[in-house]
């Protein structure tokens, strides 16, 4: 007898007081219970119909997105699939582009996935109405001269785009596989194939994306099931039916197509996708980008921080991270303007509710088991990933007490101090980018603001003169930060980048060596590398003082000559403050000409950039700000005016 049975067979026969007994039902039920098991659509391709593309009908006359696939929009499988719609519309965009129009989706008032659809027309900028009568996709004339669709975009902004719609990290590694209608006939080898290419794709950090040219099912539920598992290997199911689509994919250096009898290329291309990792430490290098963001990742990156998100943004935390979520979270969703936010981490269960997702947001570039379902569910829900780190001016109290941030920054390629990876900032920064002289004024008078009202990224420290700023020896700044911090290990260093630092300066004729250890280490109770267990006898060396008193980081600028750090955003703003700073790690700030950098930074040092460059990526054109008194977004003037009063009301309170 079956166990559920066995459990129903005693409830049954139990005496009718206990029956009786709804408590005591519900434990039965839930012991004995056999759970319903999810549905996961095997393969239920939503795939173009063809006849709809060669007659071209949608170029000048509306058509309903019903007509042009073959499934039915309103199911569940749409929202357990949404990367099937996301790469016919970008394949409709190919095709606008081509006709030079502009594509434009009308969702139906009445329409199930209304959400679904508004989210991924975001994401691939595609204009989208609702109040239609049913959804409905058209065109209109060109706006923009040049679009990621552009024939002539670089190969590695091409890859990028089509990573994007999968779902996918962006990865320089990566392998296409093209299946053509053959697969249909084949479907053994072709799911033999694909079996062993996810075994060694658990090798090698990169990604593998598998594009289906068939209107039908010919995976195996093994392989189907292995592939939604994956945060590193995608499915773009459905018939090809863009020209500009097929060309650059037989073009590409990273695809590999099946034959019935041969498959041709991924003998060569599987190697050269091992060898070509150049995301990794060791081999960094950089190859010139001939149009900046000219992807659609960079594209929607710029919308998500200017515009408002037409659903929900999934994070990591569960809904029991009440702490977090109504703490140091608390304006993250009205920051970025979205309609809620939802727990992004869950099973894969869940994905009929949290495929409206405009965006999923990571915080932290350390692994964990709810950072890689988070990573899992982004791709199979199609819906971008962001790195989402603190801003650079974040709030008047230290985050560790819980105080909210007002500002956040995001990168969807890395998180920014990530310097083993290309960032968004870093390959702006590196690219033939050019600032205007619009972008170079506000920039210039942000800066001049943030430094004359003194403002750093926590504001809760007195200005005031440090007593040892009357010694007449040259005075360095060392500056901590908090032991095991990410962007420690990230930006190329370690505790002994720390000790190298100290002993540098100690080291130095006739100077003082000011060791200023992180708020997080000095009153939020948290690790320093300014230890005894990582200094030793540094720390008693006679030109070392300690300053650990809380003041205002510009307080300390005005007392010292020059500023040595690993990582720490407090070398920017001394660079901000106008003082000579060397720097021991990588930071998204150093190689670019502004720092004495201990580190050879070779693929930043192709490219010369200036204090207002370096700002605007990462202040203006990355970050988003929250004004905390009237509870929406705000620019970075309004922000830095706000904590500067916000500041001077909690300094005198302290006072008092």
């Given at each position: 007898?079956?166990?559920?049975?066995f459990?129903?067979?005693?409830?049954?026969?139990?005496?009718?007081?206990?029956?009786?007994?709804?408590?005591?039902?519900?434990?039965y039920?839930?012991?004995?219970?056999?759970?319903?098991?999810?549905?996961?659509?095997?393969?239920?391709?939503?795939?173009?119909?063809?006849?709809a593309?060669?007659?071209?009908?949608?170029?000048?006359?509306?058509a309903?997105?019903?007509d042009?696939?073959?499934g039915?929009?309103?199911?569940?499988?749409?929202?357990?699939?949404?990367?099937?719609?996301k790469?016919?519309?970008?394949?409709?965009?190919?095709?606008?582009?081509?006709?030079?129009?502009?594509?434009?989706?009308?969702?139906?008032?009445?329409?199930?996935?209304?959400?679904?659809?508004?989210?991924v027309?975001?994401?691939?900028?595609?204009s989208?109405?609702?109040?239609?009568?049913?959804?409905?996709?058209?065109?209109?004339?060109i706006?923009?001269?040049?679009?990621?669709?552009?024939?002539?975009?670089?190969?590695e902004?091409?890859?990028?785009?089509?990573?994007?719609?999968?779902?996918?990290?962006s990865?320089?590694?990566?392998?296409?596989?093209?299946?053509?209608?053959?697969c249909?006939?084949?479907?053994?080898?072709?799911?033999?194939?694909?079996?062993?290419?996810?075994?060694?794709?658990?090798?090698?950090?990169?990604?593998?994306?598998?594009?289906?040219?068939?209107?039908?099912?010919?995976?195996?539920?093994?392989?189907?099931?292995e592939?939604?598992?994956?945060?590193?290997?995608?499915?773009?199911?459905?018939?090809?039916?863009?020209p500009?689509?097929?060309?650059?994919?037989?073009?590409?250096?990273s695809?590999?197509?099946?034959?019935?009898?041969?498959?041709?290329?991924?003998?060569?291309?599987?190697?050269?996708?091992?060898?070509?990792?150049?995301n990794?430490?060791?081999?960094?290098?950089?190859?010139?980008?001939?149009?900046?963001?000219?992807?659609?990742?960079?594209?929607?990156?710029q919308?998500?921080?200017?515009g408002?998100?037409?659903?929900?943004?999934?994070?990591?935390?569960?809904?029991?991270?009440?702490?977090?979520?109504?703490?140091v979270?608390?304006?993250?969703?009205?920051?970025?303007?979205?309609?809620?936010?939802?727990?992004?981490?869950?099973?894969?269960?869940?994905?009929?509710?949290?495929?409206?997702?405009?965006?999923?947001?990571?915080?932290g570039?350390?692994?964990?088991?709810?950072?890689?379902?988070?990573?899992?569910n982004s791709?199979?829900?199609?819906?971008?990933?962001?790195?989402?780190?603190?801003?650079?001016?974040?709030?008047?109290?230290?985050?560790?007490?819980?105080?909210?941030?007002?500002?956040?920054?995001?990168?969807?390629?890395?998180?920014?101090?990530?310097?083993?990876?290309?960032?968004?900032?870093?390959?702006?920064?590196?690219?033939?980018?050019?600032?205007?002289?619009?972008?170079?004024?506000?920039?210039?008078?942000?800066?001049?603001?943030?430094?004359?009202?003194?403002?750093?990224?926590?504001?809760?420290?007195?200005?005031?003169?440090?007593?040892?700023?009357?010694?007449?020896?040259?005075?360095?700044?060392?500056?901590?930060?908090?032991n095991?911090?990410?962007?420690?290990?990230?930006?190329?260093?370690?505790?002994s980048?720390?000790?190298?630092?100290?002993?540098?300066?100690?080291?130095?004729?006739?100077?003082?060596?000011?060791?200023?250890?992180?708020?997080?280490?000095?009153?939020?109770?948290?690790?320093?590398?300014?230890?005894a267990?990582?200094?030793?006898?540094?720390?008693?060396?006679?030109?070392?003082?300690?300053?650990?008193?809380?003041?205002?980081?510009?307080?300390?600028?005005d007392?010292?000559?020059?500023v040595?750090?690993?990582?720490?955003g407090m070398?920017?703003?001394?660079?901000?403050?106008?003082?000579?700073?060397?720097?021991?790690?990588?930071?998204?700030?150093?190689?670019?000409?502004?720092?004495?950098?201990?580190?050879?930074?070779?693929?930043?040092?192709?490219?010369?950039?200036?204090?207002?460059?370096?700002f605007?990526?990462?202040?203006?054109?990355?970050?988003?700000?929250?004004?905390?008194?009237?509870?929406?977004?705000?620019?970075?003037?309004?922000?830095?005016?706000?904590?500067?009063?916000?500041?001077?009301?909690?300094?005198?309170?302290?006072?008092?």
């Amino acid at each position: 007898m079956r166990f559920d049975k066995f459990g129903k067979a005693l409830k049954d026969n139990a005496p009718s007081w206990m029956r009786r007994n709804s408590a005591i039902a519900a434990i039965y039920d839930s012991v004995f219970r056999t759970p319903k098991k999810q549905t996961r659509p095997r393969g239920q391709y939503l795939s173009l119909v063809r006849h709809a593309f060669n007659q071209y009908d949608w170029i000048n006359e509306g058509a309903p997105l019903s007509d042009l696939f073959n499934g039915d929009l309103s199911t569940e499988i749409v929202r357990l699939s949404p990367g099937y719609i996301k790469f016919s519309l970008f394949q409709m965009q190919f095709e606008a582009a081509r006709f030079e129009r502009e594509l434009v989706l009308n969702i139906g008032d009445h329409e199930v996935n209304a959400d679904l659809l508004a989210s991924v027309a975001f994401s691939l900028g595609i204009s989208a109405n609702r109040g239609s009568d049913i959804t409905v996709v058209s065109t209109r004339p060109i706006r923009a001269q040049r679009t990621p669709f552009d024939a002539h975009a670089s190969e590695e902004a091409w890859l990028r785009s089509l990573q994007f719609v999968a779902g996918l990290r962006s990865r320089r590694s990566t392998l296409i596989l093209v299946g053509d209608q053959t697969c249909a006939a084949n479907r053994n080898r072709w799911n033999s194939i694909i079996r062993n290419l996810l075994k060694v794709s658990n090798k090698f950090d990169g990604n593998v994306l598998i594009i289906e040219n068939s209107v039908s099912n010919n995976l195996t539920n093994a392989n189907y099931t292995e592939i939604l598992g994956r945060t590193n290997v995608a499915l773009l199911p459905g018939e090809i039916i863009s020209p500009i689509l097929s060309e650059r994919l037989e073009k590409s250096s990273s695809a590999a197509s099946y034959h019935t009898k041969i498959w041709t290329r991924l003998p060569t291309a599987l190697p050269q996708m091992l060898l070509r990792d150049l995301n990794r430490k060791g081999a960094r290098s950089f190859q010139t980008e001939t149009e900046h963001n000219l992807d659609l990742a960079g594209e929607y990156s710029q919308a998500f921080v200017g515009g408002s998100l037409p659903g929900p943004i999934s994070l990591a935390q569960s809904d029991a991270s009440v702490e977090v979520i109504n703490g140091v979270q608390r304006y993250i969703v009205n920051a970025f303007d979205a309609r809620g936010r939802l727990d992004g981490a869950s099973g894969l269960e869940t994905l009929p509710s949290i495929s409206s997702s405009s965006a999923f947001l990571q915080w932290g570039a350390s692994e964990s088991k709810r950072r890689k379902r988070l990573r899992r569910n982004s791709k199979n829900s199609a819906a971008p990933l962001f790195f989402v780190e603190d801003g650079f001016i974040r709030s008047v109290e230290i985050g560790l007490k819980g105080s909210p941030g007002l500002s956040f920054l995001i990168d969807d390629l890395a998180p920014y101090y990530e310097a083993r990876e290309w960032s968004r900032i870093e390959l702006t920064l590196a690219s033939e980018w050019a600032i205007s002289a619009e972008q170079r004024a506000e920039a210039r008078a942000s800066i001049e603001n943030i430094r004359r009202r003194r403002i750093s990224k926590y504001n809760h420290a007195p200005d005031y003169a440090p007593v040892w700023q009357a010694d007449p020896r040259r005075k360095i700044l060392l500056v901590d930060q908090r032991n095991g911090d990410q962007s420690v290990s990230s930006g190329l260093a370690s505790a002994s980048t720390f000790r190298e630092m100290v002993s540098d300066a100690t080291g130095m004729e006739n100077s003082l060596v000011i060791l200023k250890r992180h708020p997080d280490a000095t009153i939020g109770n948290m690790g320093s590398y300014f230890s005894a267990g990582n200094l030793g006898p540094l720390l008693s060396h006679p030109s070392v003082t300690f300053h650990d008193d809380e003041i205002n980081p510009y307080s300390l600028f005005d007392a010292v000559d020059e500023v040595w750090c690993v990582t720490s955003g407090m070398g920017f703003e001394a660079l901000i403050a106008g003082k000579r700073v060397k720097v021991y790690g990588a930071p998204f700030y150093a190689g670019w000409g502004l720092t004495e950098d201990r580190l050879k930074l070779d693929w930043r040092r192709r490219t010369i950039r200036s204090l207002e460059e370096i700002f605007y990526c990462a202040y203006l054109a990355r970050s988003v700000y929250f004004n905390e008194r009237n509870g929406s977004k705000c620019g970075l003037d309004e922000l830095v005016a706000q904590v500067a009063s916000d500041r001077d009301h909690y300094l005198s309170k302290a006072h008092i």
